[in-house]
């Protein structure tokens, strides 16, 4: 089941991405849609009023011919740029003077709804500006070619928006933004699916992994014992006390290797279920040190390996586990060994530092490639080297030791380069936070 789903994952997230490109897709089109049917309504309201401007201007009414006779009495010269104007060009300008024709079109604009600033200019029949503010000059060219434009016989009246774009876009502003959310939650989606199945095919691969290796860990010593038992049962072998003793010895450490694996696993599912329980008293780590390379001293010699002690801390006692803390030790040595090429070396120092008591476990082992170091320490991680059954293990070391320094209070961290050996150091605290 665990593997039709694996292979099920990299359709869904396809789907999931044809599924993005069409929302995109959509919402870019809605968008667009939405931008062109903003720019229609605001060409034919600005067309209304300006048309509003064009008839109130070229309809003779009392008012107007009373506000025209005004401006003519207060300013009777009206300036022209280019061109003479005439009569009728005169008239109509002195009425767009009367009813100042500027506030006139931003009060018709305003009632359409439209707030955008506009720039305004009069043009005479040959295209020549009649009124035209001299800072709008550089917009002479877009009022005629691009502007909104009413006729006021025999006069045009245009009107151009510099900032329309600005204007628009700002107005769907909202919309705009509704869309970024949705395309952000889609884009989010898919990216945690994504991770999501990169991450189950890893943990996928990592079970099949830990299987592979607990089946052949196990069968090795289990193997083990039932041929010493058969050949103790066999009353053929010849029975003398050093066969005994042998036959005897070896189910003893076979059933040992069967208890560290299985207490292996346990306490990394302490570790990781948060239930471990620490009894804190005051220890001397090197006593505890000690007792660890003694207890291993067999293990060692059988590789044809060496510890050395290098202790020189004038404070090795710690508030700490006795037995996490051996175990993080046992932990420590027994990866020097695995992983040591041949004749393991393993150099374990420490010293006292501000905050506590540091220890360094430095082995001549192969090494650990950049790209793993801040993996090593992961639930279930190994790092590759060929053939899965060439070191035995887990991959639950490491993590069990970071999860009882980090219970401590205390830091871990491996210095290492491919052929060069690894150094594990740790630093502990001399007395721990009142829990």
């Not at 991680?381 to 887990?394: A, E, L």
């Amino acid at each position: 089941m665990a593997n039709r789903r694996t292979k099920s994952i990299p359709w869904f997230i396809i789907a999931m991405v044809f599924a993005f490109l069409g929302m995109s897709t959509i919402q870019i089109h809605w968008l667009r849609s939405s931008v062109r049917m903003k720019q229609q309504l605001f060409d034919d309201n600005v067309a209304h009023a300006l048309s509003e401007v064009g008839d109130f201007l070229t309809q003779p009414s009392a008012a107007a011919l009373q506000a025209q006779l005004e401006a003519v009495n207060s300013d009777p010269g009206i300036p022209s740029i280019g061109t003479a104007l005439s009569g009728a060009e005169r008239t109509m300008l002195q009425r767009m003077d009367a009813f100042m024709v500027d506030s006139l079109v931003q009060e018709a604009l305003h009632e359409h709804g439209i707030a955008a600033v506009p720039v305004i200019g009069v043009f005479d029949r040959f295209g020549q500006p009649v009124r035209l503010e001299e800072a709008d000059e550089e917009h002479r060219a877009a009022l005629t070619e691009e502007g909104y434009c009413v006729v006021a016989e025999p006069l045009r009246l245009c009107v151009h928006f510099p900032s329309l774009d600005r204007y628009l876009l700002h107005n769907l502003l909202g919309q705009f933004a509704l869309t970024g959310v949705m395309l952000a939650i889609i884009a989010a989606g898919l990216f945690s699916a994504v991770i999501t199945a990169n991450r189950n095919k890893r943990i996928d691969r990592i079970r099949r992994d830990l299987m592979n290796n607990l089946t052949h860990e196990l069968k090795t010593p289990i193997s083990t014992i039932g041929l010493a038992a058969e050949a103790l049962n066999d009353p053929d072998m010849r029975r003398s006390e050093e066969t005994l003793k042998h036959y005897v010895g070896l189910i003893r450490e076979e059933n040992k290797r069967l208890g560290v694996l299985v207490e292996n696993v346990l306490q990394a599912s302490l570790a990781d279920s948060g239930s471990m329980r620490l009894f804190m008293q005051p220890l001397n780590a090197h006593d505890v040190i000690k007792e660890v390379v003694k207890n291993l001293a067999i293990q060692t010699v059988k590789r044809g390996g060496k510890v050395e002690l290098n202790l020189t801390a004038s404070s090795p006692v710690i508030e700490a586990d006795r037995i996490h803390l051996t175990n993080v030790v046992y932990n420590l040595m027994d990866n020097a060994l695995k992983y040591a090429s041949e004749n393991p070396l393993l150099e374990i120092s420490s010293r006292n530092t501000p905050n506590g008591v540091e220890f360094r476990f430095k082995d001549n082992g192969i090494g650990i490639p950049k790209e793993h170091l801040g993996k090593v320490f992961d639930r279930l991680y190994r790092v590759p080297t060929g053939n899965v059954h060439d070191v035995k293990g887990f991959g639950l070391g490491l993590s069990y030791v970071r999860t009882v320094v980090v219970r401590h209070h205390g830091s871990i961290h491996v210095e290492s380069e491919p052929g060069k050996g690894s150094t594990f150091v740790i630093e502990l605290p001399k007395t721990q936070p009142e829990r």
